[in-house]
């Protein structure tokens, strides 16, 4: 009945001798293969041919991920469920689908294209710049207003940016007064808002680079620091002051294995601090193996006491907020976090 609809129809009947079409499994994963050699290969030529004809390619070919784009939008036609494709293939359908550029013949040989090495190169260049500063922009975080790069501030000065900037919410704030935080619900997880830095982990994505990480850590450390000196001044905070992120300003190898940033006296008993900070406010913050480790001890009372310094906002001085919170292990904090996500990370809400 097949074929006798596909004689009716002028099409090619089946028959035993018929070649079966690939794994379907298989062919999708080379053909995904193929599209993203070609991007690889053949990118900088179509980019390069709009740039001589000075038109702007369609806009896939602009985004970061051309391949993988490429891929999702000709798996949505199908393109790829069949056979498997060549390069020619490729080019019909991207004519088809209207990603190839207008005017451009389809072929990816640059003497047909009339480019020359000249013109590769110069795309290859401008290629280049655009990933630069795509990099640049995602490491990168605004501060004040501003963009800030970790590979090119000057720490010293936006250190002292801080402690220009300080507020007087934060330099009024007691070590000793712990935050007033509403109890916590047993089940439920919330959203997760801005990014968090600290060594301790990120809170609210983990996808961020290890420079932009580090930078967050950085401020919320500065801010605690010059929140310290004005709090304890007959003590020595630059000695106090004891993880990795202290030799970016002071003299001295930091630690960043002992499980808190800064060890204080307070009351005749040590503090040992732990600083989270926040680009926002996501009132959630990760504790890793080591400041477990020191966070359980200090629940039992033999070594001191530990607190966790909650830095938010630390992009902007006039929004940035400081505040002490418990040991999350100990039985005062237990009932004031929520455990959210995957590892130690905890949640907490503010009271009201």
């Known amino acids: 009945?097949?074929?006798?609809?596909?004689?009716?129809?002028?099409?090619?009947?089946?028959?035993?001798?018929?070649?079966?079409?690939?794994?379907?499994s298989k062919v999708r994963v080379d053909?995904?293969?193929?599209?993203?050699?070609?991007?690889?290969?053949?990118?900088?030529?179509?980019?390069?041919?709009?740039?001589?004809?000075?038109?702007?390619?369609?806009?896939?070919?602009n985004e970061i991920n051309i391949s993988d784009n490429l891929c999702n939008k000709l798996n949505e036609l199908g393109v790829l469920d069949f056979e498997p494709l060549e390069d020619v293939d490729v080019i019909?359908?991207?004519?088809?689908?209207n990603i190839w550029p207008k005017g451009m013949l389809p072929t990816i040989l640059p003497e047909?294209?009339?480019?020359?090495?000249?013109?590769?190169?110069?795309?290859?260049?401008?290629?280049r710049a655009i990933k630069l500063q795509h990099d640049k922009e995602v490491r990168s975080i605004t501060f004040n207003g501003r963009q800030v790069d970790p590979q090119e501030i000057d720490q010293e000065k936006i250190a002292q940016e801080i402690h220009d900037n300080l507020s007087k919410s934060i330099a009024n704030v007691i070590l000793g007064n712990i935050a007033n935080l509403g109890a916590m619900q047993a089940s439920g997880h919330?959203?997760?808002?801005?990014?968090?830095?600290?060594?301790?982990?990120?809170?609210?994505?983990?996808?961020?680079?290890?420079?932009?990480?580090?930078?967050?850590?950085?401020?919320?450390?500065?801010?605690?620091?010059?929140?310290?000196?004005?709090?304890?001044?007959?003590?020595?905070?630059?000695?106090?002051?004891?993880?990795?992120?202290?030799?970016?300003?002071?003299?001295?190898a930091g630690n960043d294995s002992l499980g808190y940033d800064f060890r204080v006296m307070y009351r005749r008993q040590s503090l040992?601090?732990?600083?989270?900070?926040?680009?926002?406010?996501?009132?959630?913050?990760?504790l890793g193996d080591t400041e477990v480790r020191m966070a359980r001890d200090c629940?039992?009372?033999?070594?001191?006491?530990?607190?966790?310094?909650?830095?938010?906002?630390?992009?902007?001085?006039?929004?940035?907020?400081?505040?002490?919170?418990?040991?999350?292990?100990s039985d005062e904090g237990k009932p004031l976090f929520h455990i959210g996500g995957q590892g130690i990370r905890y949640k907490f809400q503010r009271g009201t």
């Open 1 to 24: 009945m097949v074929n006798q609809w596909l004689a009716k129809n002028a099409a090619p009947i089946i028959t035993d001798e018929q070649e079966l079409l690939p794994l379907w």
């Open 31 to 61: 053909n995904k293969l193929q599209i993203k050699k070609f991007v690889q290969s053949y990118g900088n030529t179509v980019k390069a041919w709009c740039y001589k004809q000075k038109i702007d390619p369609p806009g896939i070919w």
């Open 92 to 97: 019909s359908w991207l004519v088809a689908s």
């Open 112 to 127: 047909a294209l009339g480019l020359n090495e000249t013109d590769l190169t110069a795309e290859s260049n401008h290629e």
């Open 190 to 252: 919330g959203t997760k808002h801005g990014s968090a830095g600290g060594h301790g982990g990120s809170g609210g994505n983990r996808n961020i680079p290890q420079e932009k990480t580090d930078l967050i850590g950085y401020l919320g450390e500065c801010a605690v620091y010059y929140w310290l000196k004005k709090l304890l001044l007959q003590q020595d905070i630059d000695s106090a002051w004891m993880s990795g992120y202290r030799e970016r300003l002071l003299p001295g």
């Open 272 to 286: 040992y601090l732990e600083v989270k900070s926040s680009l926002g406010d996501p009132q959630e913050f990760e």
């Open 299 to 329: 629940a039992t009372g033999r070594v001191g006491q530990y607190r966790v310094i909650y830095v938010s906002n630390v992009g902007d001085s006039t929004t940035m907020q400081l505040e002490v919170l418990p040991n999350p292990l």
